[in-house]
């Protein structure tokens, strides 16, 4: 076998296993699945979820849409990369109101959490650190429109935060 075709052989078996690896790693997004529960009175989506791997970064998300004719969630699981925005939001422990805008932060059941809500928009987002790492932080948000900030917040304690804190610790 000729130089040129060792090194077409070669190319040829890294490709396979570095996509085999990329696909076995990009399905582990759906493990977070199951923790986007079916919301009582809301119609709900297929959950779509991604992984990104690189150097340096790492980030695994999970999402899934309802509504309800009057409304709109989108609920979202996040491990590192972005999430670490999310968690320096949570470490400010800012209040602030005008006539627009109320934010504030809350300590629910031991998790520090971050409301916001646009008073003439009816939406919002609860935000709600499940994993305070620095290096792989991992949140959990609700979004939402046509939804009162008091409701959005009972929607979104409905999802279980230690399950999925816990699902976060030990993910892979």
């Known amino acids: 076998m000729g130089c040129r075709s060792k090194s077409a ?49 790492k980030m695994i998300q999970a999402t899934r849409e309802y509504s309800n004719g009057k409304g709109n969630l989108n609920a979202m699981i996040m491990m590192g990369g972005a999430g670490s925005i999310g968690a320096y939001t949570q470490q400010t422990k800012m209040n602030y109101e005008d006539e627009d805008t109320k934010m504030s932060f809350k300590e629910i059941d031991g998790f520090k959490c971050h409301l916001l809500y646009d008073k003439k928009e009816n939406s919002g987002v609860v935000t709600v650190i499940v994993k305070p790492d620095e290096e792989e932080p991992g949140i959990f948000v609700l979004s939402y429109e046509g939804v009162s900030d008091g409701d959005a917040l009972k929607i979104a304690r409905e999802f279980d935060w230690k399950k999925i804190a816990d699902k976060l610790k030990n993910f892979e």
């Open 9 to 57: 052989v070669l190319a040829v078996m890294l490709s396979i296993v570095a996509l085999a690896a990329s696909s076995a790693q990009a399905a582990s997004y759906e493990k977070l699945y199951g923790l986007l529960k079916d919301v009582k009175g809301w119609e709900a989506k297929k959950p779509e979820g991604m992984r990104m791997d690189m150097p340096g970064m």
